[in-house]
T-cell receptor, first 114, second 114 residues
Framework: DTEVTQTPKHLVMGMTNKKSLKCEQH?????MYWYKQKAKKPPELMFV???????INESVPSRFSPECPNSSLLNLHLHALQPEDSALYLC?????????????FGPGTRLTVL | KQEVTQIPAALSVPEGENLVLNCSFT??????LQWFRQDPGKGLTSLLL?????REQTSGRLNASLDKSSGRSTLYIAASQPGDSATYLC?????????????FGKGTHLIIQP
């Protein structure tokens, strides 16, 4: 298995909702990442987990809360989002988190906040 | 702060032509540079990874080069096909701050005319 899977593919939520995005990989990778991509813009890093340890991007609002239950699974919990948070959320993984590792991306979750 | 620039922003060529996409970065202290392909509304497909110690990588009709001293990378596509139409993103891996991820260029939107 050489892929990163993400669910759901599409999500529409209101500003008062609580929802979660899920990412899974079975390549034995020990680093996982969340990126956010606005329309016609490049992806921007949000969070990194390496060996289940979180590195936080300081510019990410607290309404985004990542969770790494185990080395294969990465969640992004969403609460009280704003319409400007609508974007494609991409998950990626790499073998060990070393800076020389190749990153592999999932298909993304298209999020719309009403 | 690392900045990654891609030229041109858009390119349209007839099928069968060879073409070059350009990527430049401001901080030569990169660990690697990765080229991706992104189809509309989809995730990122990794095409080639060049480590900082390497000069080039090849995969099929694709060849990527890296010149750290000048802060440049190129992606060469031989014998282009309509199926190559997509947005091509380059991304530099750097170390710094609280999170170590990829810094992306804005991409080159490529159209191959049948």
């Amino acid at each position: 298995d050489t892929e990163v899977t993400q669910t759901p593919k599409h999500l529409v939520m209101g500003m008062t909702n609580k929802k979660s995005l899920k990412c899974e990989q079975h390549m034995g990778h020990r680093a996982m990442y969340w990126y956010k991509q606005k329309a016609k813009k490049p992806p921007e890093l949000m969070f990194v987990y390496s060996y289940e340890k979180l590195s936080i991007n300081e510019s990410v609002p607290s309404r985004f809360s990542p969770e790494c239950p185990n080395s294969s699974l990465l969640n992004l919990h969403l609460h009280a989002l704003q319409p400007e948070d609508s974007a494609l959320y991409l998950c990626a993984s790499s073998q060990s988190g070393d800076l020389w590792d190749e990153q592999f991306f999932g298909p993304g979750t298209r999020l719309t906040v009403l | 702060k690392q900045e990654v620039t891609q030229i041109p922003a858009a390119l349209s060529v007839p099928e069968g032509e060879n073409l070059v996409l350009n990527c430049s970065f401001t901080d030569s202290a990169i660990y690697n540079l990765q080229w991706f392909r992104q189809d509309p509304g989809k995730g990122l497909t990794s095409l080639l990874l060049i480590q900082s110690s390497q000069r080039e990588q090849t995969s099929g009709r694709l060849n990527a080069s890296l010149d750290k001293s000048s802060g440049r990378s190129t992606l060469y596509i031989a014998a282009s096909q309509p199926g190559d139409s997509a947005t091509y993103l380059c991304a530099a891996r750097i170390s710094g701050g609280g999170a170590d991820g990829l810094t992306f260029g804005k991409g080159t939107h490529l159209i191959i005319q049948p």
